[in-house]
């Protein structure tokens, strides 16, 4: 079955350290990959997006993820937390277009 | 990108009523999408709205208890039928742009079905 998995539910970690979510999925053909970032009472917004070429992708505030095919994950890296990314995180892959199939979120808390 | 507005933002239902959700895009779009937020999970696919044509669902939604209308290319609604408590969540629209591939989300309908 397609599935989208991400590691950790919650992570706490004080502000500058360093931040890495994981996300693994399974599907079988080409995807497009996602982060989605919701900050608390707000929407759903793009962090960053993969559909193909450098796997290296960067976002916006900072954040930065990898694609590697061979273990079919797409991580989310912030070198430097702040206060502000206090949010919860979705990974998603599009198998097709505009059919988003989300990871269960991950709540990150940044404290001060 | 494209802004998109839910009505209601929220409302608490009592079992056994209906509740439509209103989605308006400020721009034409082809295809729009609703997802469900279920408490302390993530957000699933419910249907996708085609302007024109009836509605698509994915596997363990049906018409008869969501359905769909798409009058026209920056509107459509989601009714929540015959409500029970188990319905009680965040419903999200959505719509996509076909030159950047990004999905915008509404900020979403959060009901309440006691």
């Known amino acids: 079955a397609q599935s989208v998995s991400q590691h950790n539910h919650h992570v706490i970690l004080s502000e500058a350290a360093s931040l890495e979510l994981g996300c693994n999925y399974s599907y079988g053909g080409t995807v497009n990959l996602f982060w989605y970032v919701q900050y608390p009472g707000q929407h759903l917004q793009l962090l960053l997006k993969y559909f193909s070429g450098d796997p290296l992708v960067k976002g916006i505030k900072g954040f930065e993820a990898e694609f590697i095919k061979s273990k079919f994950s797409f991580n989310l890296r912030k070198p430097s937390v702040q206060w502000s990314d206090t949010a919860e995180y979705f990974c998603a892959v599009e198998a097709s277009w505009g059919k988003l199939q989300f990871g269960a979120g991950t709540q990150v808390v940044v404290t001060p | 990108s494209a802004v998109i507005s839910q009505k209601p933002s929220r409302d608490i239902c009592q079992r056994g009523t209906s509740l439509t959700i209103q989605c308006q895009v400020d721009s034409q779009v082809t295809m729009m999408f609703w997802y469900r937020q279920q408490p302390g999970q993530s957000l699933t696919l419910i249907a996708t709205a085609n302007q024109g044509s009836e509605a698509t669902y994915e596997s363990g939604f049906v018409i008869d208890k969501f359905p769909i209308s798409r009058p026209n290319l920056t509107f459509s609604t989601l009714t929540v039928s015959n409500m029970s408590p188990e319905d009680s969540s965040i419903y999200l629209c959505?719509?996509?742009?076909?030159?950047?591939?990004?999905?915008?989300f509404g900020e979403g309908s959060r009901l309440t079905v006691l």
């Open positions: 959505s719509v996509g742009t076909t030159n950047t591939g990004e999905l915008f």
